[in-house]
């Protein structure tokens, strides 16, 4: 039996102030904004083509800000873009480290102290 295909559509982050969390999300992080309706408590963000959606709990949907376990961002060049968050005073605790997989990452914050951790994308060898 074939199975439908499943595709990841949307990422709903809570926040617990919408007016504050934009800013972040498009300045300090550098998303590109697709749309913000401040009334209804929603903001929506491009990551390539993926969708994010930022939202206060109780306006925007349920959850309770502060609890998104962790977002995971994919980079070319993990040391450029450390350096660029850091000079846009994002939140990050420690510095690049290596998994124990290989993977080069660092993990930050938002202001609401949701998990954001960001990876150098793999370059495989053929």
């Known amino acids: 039996m074939k199975t439908q295909s499943v595709q990841l559509s949307l990422v709903k982050i809570p926040v617990s102030n919408i ?6 999300y498009r300045d300090v992080l550098g998303l590109e904004e697709q749309f913000f309706v401040p009334d209804y408590g929603w903001a929506q963000f491009l990551v390539g083509d993926f969708p994010i959606a930022l939202y206060e709990p109780g306006s925007g949907g349920g959850g309770s800000s502060g609890q998104c376990d962790s977002i995971h961002f994919t980079v070319a060049d993990i040391e450029a873009t450390y350096h660029l968050l850091i000079s846009r005073d994002a939140d990050i605790p420690g510095g690049i480290e290596n998994s124990a997989d290989d993977m080069l990452f660092f993990e930050l914050y ?15 060898e053929t």
Request: proline share 5%; charged share 35%; glycine share 4%.
């Open 19 to 24: 007016d504050t969390a934009v800013p972040y």
């Open 110 to 124: 938002d202001i609401d102290g949701n998990v954001i951790k960001v990876l150098q994308e793999r370059k495989y």
